[in-house]
Every structure is written in structure tokens, then in C-alpha cells.
């Protein structure tokens, strides 16, 4: 796989207002242009071209480094904010316990991200959502 002329690729969920504001914070924080996004609600976004289903890429945040490898959840957050200059705040976040408990809390927020956000279209516990490519469990 190529190298890709940033550190890393971020995808993220465009229809999501969380996700859309942290997004629009780290662009604005990454003045030497070191992250590319990707909105994975985008009608032109096509999973099946990164070797991922649409359904992975809505369960959690995945990134994608210069040499093709994939990194999830916190460890993308942790990337991202270092890139845009916060590592000195992101190193605490390695610390097993606080490592530990992150993690934890992250996987509790992805599986509840869309009913947090009111895009459910169901009431039960599986919180459906239609995508541009098709029905997306969360």
C-alpha cells in the first residue's frame, strides 16, 4: 500500500452532531494539515473500498495510518490529538488505569452513540439506522 502525505486518515460519522463538532475542532487545531477526513455518511463513501464493512466503520472510530495499517477507538483519539499538538495531554491517557477506563467508557459510547444523538429509528435495543448503503445496526 502507498503511503498516504498525512499522519493519519480519520473516519468519522458526518451525520453525527458529536462527532461533527470534534471534527470541526481538530480542523481547526491542525494548522500543518497532518490528518485527512473522511465522512463515512457520505453518499460518495464507499466501505467496501478500505476492506470494511459500513457497519464496522459506524460501531467505532477507526483511523488509518501512512502504511496502510488501522488503529479503533481511544488509540485514535489519542493519535488524533497528538498530531494536532496535544501530546503532552494525550500521555496520561496511556497510563493502564486511565488506559483501562477510557477504553471501557468509549465502548459504552459507541454502542449507545446514535440513541445519545436521537438518530434512532427504532425504540428497541438495537438502535437501526438507514445509511446511504444500507440498514446499520449500533
Known amino acids: 500500500m502507498q503511503n498516504l502525505c498525512y499522519d493519519l486518515e480519520a473516519f ?9 463538532r470534534e471534527v470541526k ?5 491542525d494548522r500543518q494539515n497532518r490528518i485527512q477526513f473522511t465522512d463515512i455518511s457520505s453518499p460518495n463513501f464507499k466501505a467496501t473500498e478500505y476492506g470494511i464493512t459500513q457497519q464496522q466503520f459506524m460501531q467505532e472510530m477507526h483511523a488509518r495510518l501512512p502504511d496502510g495499517s488501522w488503529i479503533t477507538g481511544v488509540e485514535v483519539f489519542r493519535r488524533l490529538y497528538s498530531a494536532v499538538g496535544y501530546r503532552y495531554l494525550v500521555w496520561p491517557s496511556r497510563l493502564p488505569g486511565i488506559s483501562h477506563g477510557l477504553n471501557y467508557l468509549y465502548q459504552i459510547f459507541a454502542k449507545k452513540r446514535l440513541s445519545l444523538t ?3 429509528q427504532n425504540q428497541d435495543s438495537s438502535c437501526r439506522i438507514t445509511t446511504h448503503k444500507s440498514e446499520v445496526n449500533s
Open 118 to 120: 436521537g438518530r434512532c
Open 25 to 29: 475542532l481538530l480542523r481547526r487545531l
Open 12 to 20: 468519522y460519522d458526518g451525520a453525527c452532531p458529536l462527532c461533527l
